[in-house]
């Protein structure tokens, strides 16, 4: 599950939990509404916390990482990419000169 999730889920208990005690210790209204954001935003960001000591203790392993694979990987795609510039580039030149002809065989045939 996402840490997202999690965030939202002890929000909304906190939410319950701020209503039941801010009923039971406040009198009036701006009390309830008081006990009720603090202790929301309390579990707001209390979660926010653990799940970011979750995740720090989750991805702390250590890898190897293949820099010669993906530098080779790399170098095909730069490879590629050019290749299919110099093509683009060819069939616009093709184009172009289709145009250029077009345009003249009609300013011809105006004339």
Do not use: C, W
């Amino acid at each position: 599950m996402l840490g997202e999730n999690y965030v939202y889920f002890f929000t909304v208990q906190g939410f319950f939990v701020g209503i039941i005690f801010g009923i039971l210790k406040s009198f009036d209204a701006s009390g309830l509404f008081i006990y009720t954001s603090l202790i929301t935003i309390f579990f707001y960001l209390f979660s926010h916390v653990i799940i970011a000591l979750y995740y720090k203790t989750l991805t702390a392993r250590s890898y190897n990482f293949p820099r010669d694979r993906h530098e080779s990987d790399l170098d095909i795609f730069v490879k590629e990419i050019n290749k299919r510039e110099r093509l683009i580039d060819s069939a616009i030149k093709i184009t172009d000169a289709a145009i250029k002809m077009n345009s003249d065989e009609h300013d011809g045939q105006a004339a």
